[in-house]
């Protein structure tokens, strides 16, 4: 059975699982879908995923959605390296760490980064002024976790994936023109977060990573870089 991976160009749910792979160095068959021309509402799509919703991964008749829950599914189906953690406390830990992203991280990033990639009203050109706080404090505490290593255990786990996709979504809106508007104070990454920049390179040194990397973050004006700066 081969590996099938349904996913979009600048998912970073999507993102997370096209990254594992790479750690894992599991080939895979992809379906790259486009948002714009509605693949994922097709009834083909729809079939694997009633949500209409990327990624969604195939493995002969088994299919599974939700990149969580498809990243758990890849750490037992391909032991090695583990991005669960070797100890029961380690895997709590990066549980808990991508469970801290979904509930924290993500929520703060997103009241920032999506009006300014979307498109935004007055109200939430107010919400981008206020939200920038819990911004500063989510990218304090990632940048004190990462300052040995990674987030759990000294290697490579699944919650940085997680928070790296996120870091990563951040920066591409924090490059949008509409963020010349505000003063972020967020890029370049590195005078702050000095850290962060240190970490994102180990991530971004898997190899295959810049296969993995949305594509049009690539070609788009101004032109997003692969790394994080």
Not at 16 to 37: D, I, M, Q, T
Not at 87 to 101: A, D, F, I, K, M
Not at 162 to 168: D, E, N, Q, S, T
Not at 179 to 197: C, I, K, S
Request: aromatic share 12%.
């Amino acid at each position: 059975m081969s590996i099938e991976v349904y996913w979009g160009s600048g998912s970073t749910p999507a993102w997370r699982v096209l990254l594992a792979l790479a750690a894992k160095g599991v080939p895979y068959e992809s379906h790259l879908l486009s948002f714009s021309n509605r693949e994922t509402r097709t009834p083909e799509f729809l079939a694997l995923n009633p949500r209409g919703k990327v990624p969604v991964l195939k493995n002969g008749d088994f299919v599974l959605n939700e990149s969580l829950a498809i990243l758990a599914y890849l750490n037992r189906e391909f032991p090695s390296p583990p991005l669960f953690g070797l100890s029961p406390e380690e895997t709590g830990l990066v549980w808990r760490s991508c469970l801290e992203y979904v509930g924290h991280g993500d929520p703060a990033f997103s009241v920032v980064a999506r009006p300014l990639l979307f498109g935004q009203s007055e109200a939430q050109a107010q919400a981008i002024r206020d939200g920038l706080p819990a911004v500063y404090a989510e990218l304090d505490a990632l940048n004190a976790a990462v300052k040995d290593g990674f987030l759990v255990g000294g290697t490579l786990s699944a919650a940085d994936i997680v928070w790296f996709c996120g870091l990563h979504f951040l920066q591409r809106a924090a490059t949008r023109p509409a963020a010349a508007n505000f003063e972020l104070g967020l890029l370049p990454f590195g005078d702050r977060w000095p850290n962060l920049v240190t970490w994102a390179a180990k991530i971004e040194s898997l190899p295959g990573y810049l296969e993995t990397f949305p594509p049009h973050w690539l070609t788009s004006d101004p032109p997003s870089s692969p790394h994080l700066r």
